[in-house]
């Protein structure tokens, strides 16, 4: 590299000063040509390429142009000519030759033939300039013609298969000669003499460069397939790596998989996709954010989610900045809107994921869940071009549940009455009754629990499917246009997106504008600079449709599925039913609003702009030490206005509470970097890297809320239209200053070993605890380097790898360790004066929660990276946790966030790519597996466990033995099939009574397990019933080729996992108090009619009787699923054959979501509602169901 | 090469920040390590003090749960399931210590407690422009602390007597029994009693009101004497006449009035819960509430034909639905009542004082007094009419129903299992006088916490 810098830079300034003698003698005939050109830019001309020799090599010559003029001035036919082919003009205007009257007449002629026709007739020729502008210069004698041009030719195959390549570029490195190979492979060319490189560049296959010796003919030219991964160069922390040298578990991804899918953010595409990775849709709504966990979570109180480092700047999910809904419980919040959705997918290059602590541990305090690296796309010098794609799609509700239709209901709700009032009488409550009809009320006594509703005794034939009415298919569409390119010392990357995702719930959406500027100039040959800057704007319509039909708002989803049949979503007049609606069927039965009145009456905005980036210098000290400072950036700025209107009505409520917030908030970081590289080989066999940085970062966040309340009328949906009522500010910032290092040392590129260490000061630890240091190391041996390897020939890379780091996790709140205090009013004589309450109490030696990791794993390539891949062993023991221990109350806290307690998690990886067939069809595989096993291994100073009230009560433990937040309560054990079983097992129990919490089980009840064998059911037989956490996840995706057309099928699954279904409190708890799950049709009815085995009688008041809707393992339901997550079909139009508009052309047809198989009775296997709380995990009350999209794209190069 | 090298660190430099980089304090909340330095700060803690007593943990639905439908005048609904389940629980003495209502409660006034701990540690270092108002700020956080601490030894007993400032989350706690703290907070109540002033949010005859009941509940009779009559003689209060007049929030700080927990509407999160709690569905548009009350045929049938209390108290409009009048407000809003909490009236320091004077003249004319209002003729003073004890417990009945004396009544007369067994239809021993311990409170200090014997 640097020699051939050093040609031409020489080269440069010898033109440059043959320019300076020129002007300085003026003698022409001392030169091979005289420069026509202004004296302004003939300086800076240096090298200039003759139309005649290089007519076929320069594109702009080629291009068919037309020209049509009578006896006009050359300089004008140049002028136009020039404009046609898109090229400059420079010439001095003192040139008589210009103002010569020529008449040109030309229908599509290539511009060099006509450039070559309006000169014929003067000493002059034209010629281009490496700056792409027409020049005209004397025409050589036969003496002084001693410029000798080179002709090169050739054919170019696939090295593999031998199949001819066209339209392969091939050009002279540097400069803007060039040509493509044809439809044969064949390629011409001729270069100036000068000319050193000849590069081959093709997309999926490795860039060629030969040196050019002089005229070559019949070159045979073999270009190898990119697939050779362990040369592709992985971002690290701080830097970049060959992959090949890489000792610690980084996986990566490129952007190819991440294009063409219809997600908002990156995150959603990297499901499935690395090993390791565990990436959760919780619910489906346009916008909202995918939880990801690197290698399973250690933390229990601090947050799970991995550091995003966008283009070298960690950025902040910033959740804190959008504000929960005032009215709605904390445990019903709707997850937040994705933070990185204003990252366009389109403009990334590459993710690389930091598996194991000895990679992460360079981001120390925050590297203890992994680091994603996202690396946004760079203009690349010598290709410029243009990209527009776009897609269209439609969406459409996918694993929808089957519920009871009205005829069903209706049959279950009676069965539930009849069995309660029965029992009654048995029980003696209630007198005998001769005129009992299971059918009709006749004679049952004005008990509620008793009556049928009088619309199902009388049912009037409707049957409304309510899910039907609620979910609608929806329209989605994406643009995405880039610009990029550059010459030898500036690159430019411009793009700019617009994404409008409609939700399948009517009214909720999301769109986003994006806009991206990366760009980079070398100011000389030692000094860099460059900028990376995002700008996104993105709106967010949301609707209450992840919380129960109880709360407030209430949930949409969950409303529509507990609604009963019988009822009609629309009054006569066409407006939406609040008063004639499952809160008025009476007879028990419970209230719910009707859903279509929440998704209309009630709306959320949440509006985003975000803008991040970075500036960045670097400076070559010598060939060996780079400095680099780098200042990141990110304004983070939310609105969000939500408004429960005048028109709503809460479940069976007469009159509306309309309310109203309103909230801004802004978030600002900066970070100062500033980091030294050096890189030498001693010896060609000691390679040896050190990294060293010194940074600084600092975040403050700002955010207010105003509510209101008292709205007469819809006219202004927001707090300006009512009275306010309320608000608040909240400010809050935190800082971390780091320094770090690395060394990297590698022999003959066979041992390899890295050491990094780095030292964090946070603000958000106790004053006596902020300093925290993580070193790591990793080692590893490249086998394949070694003779006896070599010759075994099997493996071309087989690199076993170890690691051990330190890292941490600062993932708590700003003021943790500061006892806080509440801001509190209380009214004397009416008016209201503020207050102060003891809020926190605060632990002044809070410091990092430490993750201890070991990784073993090994790469490996076989036949030639025809397979390749990696497989690891982890083991992380995160210590001093950030846990809330509880306290004696009696201090007057119940907790205080201190370092205490481990959780293990281990876990096996395994990857693999295979291409299958090469050719003419191909066909790859990739296929990727993990597991992870989350443990805790201590807790509090005690080890009690930690049972934690989740959105329904206490169904959460977290306790030593077992995985942090696991279910836990009864054990169903079977159905009770009739009195005698139920007479046997409480003639065993101690007291004569087995099930203490059952107060009269009946034939058709549950039998709950005696976990602990004392003859009896009570507190003390609750257990674990199962985790959120799978035993293993998975992902397969196929690709195939075959000449233009292209398919990729993706499939992804979960194996072992449970979900907490709280919805099945209601709809499978047998109380008929409104619509139930179908499969309530396979009950327990009688001992001859047992149903399926699953499902006990319906009884309206099991609460007073068998008590089977108690805590236990019938809510916990599995969740393993396999998804048919993606399925693309493509074809590259032969552009060619099309005149060649476009460089590349792909249309596509994609299919996200096409399916899912699980045995989950609910929409979404993977819900998860409150995804912040790693203690309660998988709860679904009710979420935002998953979409089915297909769409239609296409993408264009120019 | 030297010299690019130290050019190269001299950023470096420009970015080593010092300590205070990271030395970042909240910016929008107060603190407890800038906090109680002067005269403002201190009127917020008490202010935050008083708030607590409004939450609903204590006196806006708990002690309502505790102190009134654990007895006999009201009662859960029943046959309900999820939260109101656990109302029933409570109702009919089959809690648990895993209640969710029991430990909210008792973290809650630990944590008002501590915030008055906090005042009382730091009063006297503290910068005040006037000693007037340190010494009431003072009185009114003994008050606050020793009205909370008598809750807590009547519904729990056995609790740890915390009195000083929590710094460090380690501990030592101490569980003492009921009578030890109530012979804590009556020193205390003395103290405050010198403290407060004649007039304001609490008074000194509120302590001494206070300090009157927590003799009689510690069984000192004597004792309670002197204060109680202090209150009669400061000749600051008396009873309203009429008997309907002391409800409602028109009728809020009346002359009957010794200390309310002041509530106000209009959705700022200052309202209370009685009137959705006590009111049934349908009376303004909100009803059942979140705890709801419902009234019990034992109640209706306590009252004298003629009491005028009655209709003041019950409304049996609809036979099959009586509900408690005491608590309506209008407009009715769900959690946002205007209604304060009557915590200390007349009438109790005169049926307090009637009690601690033990079978007299002068106490059966302290009865008379407050049965005169009520429209009703002097108590039977002969045995005829029953025991002394028996004639003052239904006139406390009567007169203070649903306003959270009945539990604390029933366990001092030592009537609490025969009472409650036949009005529960369930035997005595399941009769518990004391709440459950919460069992997080006792998992956190094995060693030192035991539950309740009744409970164990």
């Known amino acids: ?1198 | 090469m030297k010299k690019l090298i130290l050019t190269l660190f001299i950023p470096l430099l420009f970015v080593s920040c010092g300590d205070d980089f990271t030395n970042l304090g909240p910016l929008t909340e107060r603190n407890v390590n800038n906090f109680y330095k002067n005269e403002t700060d201190f009127q917020l803690a008490i202010r935050g003090a008083l708030d607590g007593l409004q939450s609903r943990e204590t006196f806006d639905v708990n002690f309502v749960l505790f102190m009134e439908m654990r007895a006999d005048n009201g009662a859960n609904g029943g046959g309900a399931t999820g939260l109101a389940a656990s109302l029933e629980q409570l109702d009919t003495f089959t809690d648990l210590p895993s209640g969710e209502e029991i430990s909210a409660t008792y973290n809650a006034v630990y944590n008002v407690i501590a915030g008055t701990n906090n005042i009382i540690a730091r009063i006297d270092d503290a910068t005040f422009d006037s000693e007037a108002v340190r010494d009431q700020i003072k009185g009114e956080a003994y008050f606050i602390r020793s009205l909370l601490y008598y809750h807590m030894a009547v519904i729990f007993g056995n609790v740890p007597l915390q009195l000083d400032e929590v710094t460090t989350p380690d501990v030592e706690v101490t569980q003492v029994d009921a009578t030890a703290i109530y012979n804590q907070i009556a020193i205390d109540l003395e103290m405050a009693e010198n403290l407060l002033p004649e007039t304001g949010r609490i008074t000194k005859w509120a302590a001494a009101a206070l300090l009157g009941r927590v003799h009689l509940a510690n069984g000192n009779n004597s004792d309670a004497v002197a204060p109680l009559q202090r209150v009669i003689d400061s000749m600051q209060f008396d009873l309203v006449p009429d008997y309907a007049d002391l409800w409602g929030a028109a009728n809020e700080g009346n002359i009957e009035s010794i200390f309310e927990i002041e509530f106000i509407t209009g959705n700022v999160g200052e309202g209370s819960s009685y009137t959705d709690n006590y009111t049934p569905l349908g009376f303004g548009g909100v009803g059942g509430g979140g705890a709801p009350q419902n009234v019990t045929d034992d109640i209706i049938g306590a009252y004298e034909a003629g009491d005028e209390r009655f209709d003041a108290t019950i409304d049996t409009t609809d036979p099959a639905n009586p509900w408690v009048r005491k608590f309506i407000s209008s407009p009715a809003v769900s959690s946002d009542g205007d209604n304060n909490w009557v915590e200390l009236r007349y009438a109790e320091v005169l049926l307090n004082l009637a009690e601690a004077l033990g079978e007299s003249d002068a106490a059966y004319d302290l009865i008379d007094e407050v049965r005169d209002r009520a429209g009703l003729g002097g108590v039977d003073r002969t045995p005829a009419g029953g025991t002394f004890d028996e004639k003052l417990l239904q006139e406390r009945r009567v007169e203070f129903a649903f306003e959270n004396k009945r539990w604390a009544d029933l366990k001092r007369f030592g009537v609490a299992k025969s009472v409650m067994s036949a009005h529960l239809g369930i035997p005595e021993s399941q009769v518990t006088l004391l709440f459950p311990i919460p069992q997080g409170a006792i998992d956190v200090s094995p060693d030192n916490m035991t539950q309740n014997p009744e409970h164990q």
């Open chain 1, 1 to 1198: 590299m640097r020699p051939l810098v050093n040609k031409m830079l020489r080269v440069a300034s010898c033109y440059c000063l043959i320019g300076v003698f020129l002007f300085q003698f003026g003698n022409p005939s001392n030169v091979r040509a005289q420069l026509i050109a202004s004296s302004s830019n003939s300086m800076q001309v240096n090298s200039y390429y003759p139309v005649q020799i290089y007519k076929n090599s320069i594109p702009e010559l080629q291009s068919l142009i037309s020209i049509n003029k009578e006896n006009a001035l050359l300089k004008d036919v140049l002028k136009e000519i020039a404009k046609k082919t898109k090229l400059g003009i420079a010439y001095n205007s003192e040139l008589q030759v210009l103002n010569e009257k020529v008449s040109v007449k030309f229908e599509k002629t290539r511009a060099a033939d006509i450039l070559e026709y309006v000169l014929l007739d003067t000493e002059f020729e034209a010629a281009i300039s490496s700056t792409r502008e027409i020049l005209l210069i004397k025409r050589k004698t036969a003496t002084d013609n001693k410029i000798v041009e080179i002709d090169i030719s050739g054919v170019i195959r696939d090295a593999e298969t031998g199949e001819l390549l066209p339209t392969v570029s091939v050009f002279v490195k540097g400069t803007s000669i060039g040509v493509t190979s044809n439809m044969d492979g064949e390629f011409e060319i001729t270069v100036p003499d000068d000319s050193e490189i000849l590069v081959f560049r093709f997309v999926g296959y490795k860039e060629l460069e030969i040196p050019i010796t002089g005229n070559m003919t019949n070159l045979q030219i073999e270009m190898e397939p990119d697939l050779l991964i362990f040369e592709d160069v992985v971002v690290v922390g701080y830097g970049t790596q060959q992959r090949e040298e890489v000792t610690g578990s980084v996986a990566s991804i490129s952007t190819e998989v991440l294009e063409n899918i219809p997600v908002s953010s990156f995150e959603n595409a990297l499901q499935g996709r690395l090993a390791g990775v565990n990436v959760v849709e919780p619910t489906g709504e346009p916008g909202a954010s995918p939880e990801i966990t690197i290698r399973g979570g250690g933390s229990i109180t601090a947050s799970n989610g991995p550091l995003y480092v966008i283009d070298g700047v960690p950025l902040s999910r910033n959740s804190d900045l959008q504000v929960d809904i005032q009215s709605q419980r904390g445990s019903f919040q709707a997850p937040k809107s994705n933070a990185f959705s204003s990252l366009n997918p389109n403009d990334i290059e590459s993710i690389d994921v930091l598996k194991d602590a000895a990679s992460a541990a360079i981001y120390g305090s925050r590297g203890a869940g992994g680091v994603i690296l996202v690396t946004t796309k760079k203009g690349n010098p010598d290709l410029n071009r243009v990209t527009v794609s776009m897609y269209g799609g439609a969406s459409s509700v996918v694993n929808k549940p089957d519920m009871m239709n009205a005829e069903e209901l209706i049959a279950y709700t009676k069965d539930a009455r009849n069995n309660n009032y029965l029992q009654e009488i048995e029980r003696g409550n209630q007198p005998d009754n001769p005129q009992y009809d299971p059918n009709t009320n006749a004679g049952r006594p004005d008990v509620a629990n008793f009556l049928i509703p009088e619309q199902y005794v009388n049912w009037n034939g409707t049957d409304t499917d309510w899910l039907d009415v609620v979910l609608s298919s929806s329209a989605q569409q994406n643009y995405h246009v880039s610009a990029s390119g550059g010459t030898d010392k500036a690159t430019y990357f411009l793009s700019a997106g617009y994404l409008d995702q409609e939700g399948i719930i009517d009214g909720s959406s999301f769109s986003r504008y994006n806009f991206r500027a990366n760009v980079s100039y070398d100011i000389t040959d030692r000094i860099k600079v460059g900028s990376v800057t995002n700008a996104a704007l993105s709106n967010h319509d949301r609707l209450p449709a992840n919380a129960p039909y109880f709360g407030q708002p209430p949930g949409i989803i969950y409303s529509a599925l507990v609604h009963s049949p019988v009822v009609s979503p629309y009054n006569e007049d066409g407006t939406i039913n609040q008063l004639n609606n499952q809160s008025y069927l009476g007879g028990g039965t419970t209230t719910a609003s009707n859903p279509l009145a929440i998704r209309d009456f009630i709306s959320e905005e949440i509006k985003n702009n975000r803008l991040y980036g970075n500036i960045y210098g670097t400076v070559d000290i010598n060939e060996n030490i780079t400095f680099k400072s780098l200042i990141g950036y990110d304004v983070d700025n939310y609105q969000s206005s939500f408004y429960r209107g005048t028109k709503f009505l809460y479940r069976n409520q007469t009159s509306p509470q309309p309310f109203a917030q309103s909230s801004g908030a802004n978030g600002f970081n900066w970070l100062w970097e500033n980091t030294v590289n050096f890189q030498k080989t001693y010896q060609d066999d000691h390679k040896l890297g050190f990294l060293a940085g010194y940074t600084a970062q600092k975040q403050t966040n700002e955010v207010n809320l105003v509510t209101a309340n008292g709205f007469v009328d819809d006219q202004i949906p927001n707090v300006a239209g009512g009275i306010i009522t309320g608000g608040g500010v909240n400010e809050s910032e935190w800082a971390l200053v780091s320094m770090l290092a690395r060394l990297n040392y590698g022999y003959k590129g066979k041992y390899l070993g890295t050491f990094t260490i780095r030292s964090d000061r946070a603000s958000r630890f106790g004053s006596d605890n902020q300093t925290g240091i993580f070193p790591s190391f990793s080692l590893g041996w490249r086998t394949t380097e070694e003779e006896f390897m070599k010759s075994l020939d099997i493996f071309n890379e087989l690199k076993v790898r170890a690691s051990y780091g330190v890292a941490g996790n600062f993932e708590i709140g700003n003021y943790s360790s500061i006892s806080l205090l509440n801001s509190v009013n209380y009214p004397e004589n009416g008016v209201l004066f503020p207050g102060s309450s003891l809020a926190t109490l605060g632990d002044s030696e809070l410091t990092w929660e430490t993750s201890y990791q070991t990784n073993i794993g090994v790469d490996y390539a076989l036949l030639s990276d025809r397979i390749y891949g990696s497989i690891d062993y982890y083991s992380t023991i995160t210590k001093d946790l950030l846990l809330s221990v509880n306290v004696p109350p009696s201090t007057g806290f119940g907790s205080v966030l201190t370092n205490i307690g481990e959780v293990e998690n281990k876990g096996f990886e395994f990857s693999i790519t295979s291409r299958n067939m090469v050719g003419k069809f191909q066909w790859s595989t990739d296929f990727n597996f993990s597991t992870n096993e989350n443990k805790v291994r201590k807790l509090g100073p005690n080890g009690d466990p930690i049972l934690v009230s989740g959105a329904a009560g206490v169904r959460h433990i977290t306790q030593i033995g077992s995985a942090v937040g696991s279910y836990y309560g009864y054990v169903v054990d079977r159905i009770y099939q009739n009195q005698a079983e139920i007479d046997a097992d409480n003639n065993n129990a101690p007291g004569g009574d087995y099930d203490l919490l059952a107060a009269d089980p009946r034939p058709g009840d549950f039998r709950f397990k005696d976990v602990n064998g004392d003859g009896v059911v009570n507190a003390d037989d609750r257990t674990v019933l199962g985790s959120y956490q799978p035993d293993f996840i998975y992902g397969i995706s196929n690709r195939f080729n075959y000449k233009n057309f292209d398919l990729r099928v993706f499939i992804q699954g979960v194996v072992g996992r449970e979900v907490l279904n709280l919805t099945s409190r209601h709809l499978l708890n047998g109380e008929a108090n409104f619509n139930a799950y179908a499969v309530l049709n396979d009950r327990w009815i009688s001992e001859n009619d047992p149903g399926n085995g699953k499902y006990p009688r319906a009884d309206r008041s099991t609460g007073t009787h068998g008590n089977n809707n108690r805590v236990s393992s019938y809510q916990v339901q599995d969740g393993s699923y396999v998804s048919l997550k993606n399925v693309q079909f493509g074809y590259n139009l032969p552009v060619e054959k099309l005149n060649n508009f476009a460089r590349k052309a792909r249309i596509y047809v994609s299919a996200t979501n096409l399916a899912i198989f699980t045995d989950y009775i609910g929409f979404n296997p993977e819900v998860n509602l409150q995804s912040s709380n790693s203690l309660t995990p998988g709860e679904d009350y009710g979420a935002y169901p998953l979409a089915r999209t297909v769409q239609l794209g296409i993408n264009l190069e120019f």
